[in-house]
Structures are given as structure tokens and as C-alpha cells.
């Protein structure tokens, strides 16, 4: 069963939260502009000016209220009195006002291009409003290969990194790492990873940030491999996968790091994969069933792997482990409405799958025991939920999209 919700279409524009788009250079940095109305000081004179939030109602339940608010309503309602652009003038006041008041909603980041100019940008999604608004641009060269880029987040920190990429007209692998901070509404770029590389692996595994393999700066594949402590931001090199490879999908499942080359047309090569325990710093190769049938893009939902299959009429499908095999899952095959390219990821039951024109399918999973089988193993199923990307989105194209929550 699909059901389908339909954004309208006189909802506000979306709106930019930030800045215009920059250069990256080494000495970039944000201004940090700050205006006094955002001083802490006129907010507690507001208050003793007796100046309600919202009149009839004590502040703590008006606050309770306001920030709920979806953030494209943002830049209209700041204007209703100096108290409320107090609190929706500054996203780095608000979401710190909504940590205190104990939210925790649920966003996914969209990294996307236009699909006739190239031009990249990050949209994001809130999965319990199903609205949209965007995040200021991310800092960094103009001619990039959209698709040379990895992207992870930490999702309770609300922290979403972004690694290497390539640069389009000179086919130049890049070792940047940008971090978007939700509480700060700001781009911070950090360390650089070791070696440049594009369309690589990358996984966050155990609260550590892993990339491996890829292309290298004269255009080699590569087996290296290293790992960051977001904590520290710190690159360091780990063992070496043991094969060169540039990487399809990737995903954390079980405490270790699987690698996929993919799949790709005529078909006639069986795709290699690896295998990484941080326990024990050694890759393995991947299990024959496991390699063979990861045909699509993955996400982890209790403590399985899927896939959303990009040649098998679009059917997502459940791997188990005990059996090296996969199996479908029941229920309806992902609606027509989602096209390929699109990008895939998961929040608790939920997978949640992005494509062309930003349209979102939600697939709600259910599971339940399989008590003949001696393994003693789940059955899965999925039921779909459309969700139409306003107009505004018709020429966008996703490459990644990652989930964070936005308390952080």
C-alpha cells in the first residue's frame, strides 16, 4: 500500500539561511556578524519591559510554541514584534533555545546540482513536517565534480562532514573535509584528510569517521585507507585494503566497515567488496552473496542491511548474513514518481529515498519472526509514502543525503 502527500504549492519560498557561496582557500573562514538584537541583554530587557512573546500566554508555553515553527516560516514571522526576531532572527539562537526546551526533529541533508548548470546545493528535509528550506552554501571551488564527493553525519551531534571530491576540469582529486554544524548554521573547514581522493568509500563506524580507497591524483585507483576522530579532527592511516578501488556504496553494519565497487553495465565483471573490523585494523573480502547482490544503494535498519536495487525493477531487498543470500522485500516496489539518480538513507524503521527533482519515497519497515526457519530469522516488509519536492526543485539532482537531528 502507497500513500501520497502532496507539498502545496502555495507554501513560502525557500528560503537561504546564510551566506553567498564561497572560494575555499586555506585561510577561509566565516564572519561571525552578529547584530544587537541578538544580544542576550535586549531579550532580558524585553522581559522586564513586561513585552510579551505572545500575549494571554506565560513565555515558557509561547516559547514552546514558536519553536516549532518550520524554519522556511522563519523570515516571515521574525517580523512580528523585536521579541520574536529575537528568537527567529538567529538560527544559532533558536536551535540552542530548542536544545534547552528538549527537541530533537529529525532532518535530511540533500546534497544536490542543478541539473543544466552544475551548480551544487544543500537542501534539507525535515522528516516529521515533510517541509524543506536550505542551509547557507558550502564553501568550495567552483568547478567540482558533484558526484566525486562522500558525505556522512554524526547524526546526534548534528554535524554533517563532507570529503575530497574532484575538480571537474582538471580531473584533480581533493583532500578538504567540511563540517556544517546545525546549531551554528555554519560551515568549518577542517583538517585535510591525507591523501586527495574522489569517489571513494566512506562510513562512519563506533563514532569514527572512515574513508578508503577511490581515485588518486593521477587518476590510479587506490587501497589506502585512514580514519578521523571528529572529536579531535585528526586524520591518521589505517591498513590498506589490500585491493585498488574506487567505491559504488559503502555502509557501518555490525561494528565493521563494508565496501562495494557496485555493479556496473556491460555486467560482465563480478564487483569486488572489503571489509574492515577497526578491532582488529585488517580488511577481508566480502562474502560471494553478499558482493554479487549488493546491486543498489544501501541503509541499515535494525541491524540489517538494505538495498534499494537499481536493475531489478527498483525492489528493495534485506540481506542476511547467516545465509550470505538476499531476499526480497515484501511489498510494492519503490513508486514511479522516484527516479534514478537518487540517494538513500534511513532514520530508526524508516528508509527514506530521494530522487531526481528531490521527490522523497518513505519506506516504513516492518518486521516479524520467522519461527520455522532453524536460522530463527525476521521478515521484513515495506509500505511506501510519497512525498512531492515543490516546484522550485524540478531541475535538482541528489547525490547523497544524510540524516541529522537538528537539536544539536
Not at 143 to 148: I, Y
Not at 201 to 225: H, K, P, Q
Not at 230 to 236: A, E, H, S, Y
Amino acid at each position: 500500500m502507497m500513500q501520497r502527500v502532496r507539498v502545496s504549492s502555495q507554501q513560502a519560498p525557500v528560503h537561504k539561511l546564510g551566506d553567498s557561496q564561497m572560494t575555499l582557500s586555506p585561510k577561509f573562514r566565516l564572519a561571525a556578524l552578529r547584530s544587537s538584537l541578538f544580544d542576550s541583554s535586549v531579550e532580558a530587557e524585553l522581559e522586564l519591559r513586561g513585552e510579551p512573546l505572545i500575549p494571554g500566554l506565560p513565555d515558557d508555553i509561547a516559547h514552546n510554541c514558536l519553536l516549532r515553527l518550520p524554519v522556511e516560516s522563519h523570515t516571515s514571522c521574525k517580523s512580528v514584534s523585536r521579541r520574536w526576531y529575537q528568537l527567529l532572527g538567529s538560527k544559532e539562537v533558536f536551535f540552542s533555545r530548542r536544545k534547552e526546551f528538549g527537541f530533537h526533529d529529525p532532518w535530511l541533508f540533500v546534497f544536490a546540482f542543478h541539473k543544466c548548470t552544475g551548480k551544487i546545493e544543500w537542501q534539507v528535509f525535515d522528516m516529521k513536517k515533510f517541509t524543506w528550506h536550505s542551509i547557507p552554501a558550502m564553501p568550495c571551488k567552483e568547478k567540482v565534480c558533484p558526484h566525486g564527493f562522500r558525505c556522512v553525519s554524526m547524526p546526534q551531534e548534528g554535524a554533517l562532514y563532507v570529503c575530497g571530491g574532484v575538480v571537474s576540469d582538471v580531473d584533480c582529486p581533493l583532500n578538504v573535509v567540511l563540517k556544517y554544524e546545525v546549531q551554528r548554521n555554519r560551515w568549518t573547514v577542517m583538517r585535510k584528510m591525507i591523501t586527495a581522493r574522489s569517489f571513494f568509500a566512506s562510513g562512519v563506524v563506533g563514532g569514527m569517521i572512515y574513508v578508503a580507497g577511490g581515485n588518486s591524483t593521477d587518476l590510479f585507483e587506490l587501497n589506502s585507507a585512514e580514519v578521523m576522530d571528529p572529536r579531535k579532527g585528526i586524520w591518521r592511516p589505517i591498513a590498506s585494503m589490500g585491493t585498488n578501488m574506487a567505491s559504488y556504496d559503502a555502509a557501518g553494519l555490525n561494528g565493521k566497515l563494508l565496501v562495494t565497487e557496485g555493479w556496473f553495465w556491460p555486467f560482465y565483471v563480478v564487483p569486488r567488496g572489503q571489509i574492515y573490523d577497526p578491532k582488529t585494523d585488517t580488511w577481508k573480502s566480502m562474502a560471494a552473496g553478499l558482493r554479487e547482490g549488493w546491486t543498489g544503494t544501501s541503509a541499515v535498519v535494525y541491524d540489517h542491511l538494505f538495498v534499494v536495487s537499481e536493475h531489478e525493477r527498483i525492489k528493495l531487498k534485506v540481506y542476511y548474513t547467516n545465509t550470505d543470500c538476499w531476499e526480497a522485500v515484501a511489498g510494492a516496489p519503490l513508486p514511479e514518481q522516484i527516479c534514478k539518480p537518487f540517494s538513500v538513507n534511513c532514520c530508526e524503521s524508516r528508509i527514506y529515498v530521494v530522487g531526481r527533482n528531490l521527490h522523497v519515497a518513505v519506506g516504513h519497515i516492518s518486521r516479524t519472526k520467522q519461527a520455522i526457519t532453524p536460522e530463527n530469522q525476521w521478515n521484513f516488509s515495506v509500505q511506501w509514502q510519497v512525498v512531492d519536492a515543490p516546484a522550485a526543485f524540478s531541475n535538482l539532482v541528489p547525490t547523497s543525503a544524510q540524516y541529522a537531528i537538528m537539536h544539536e
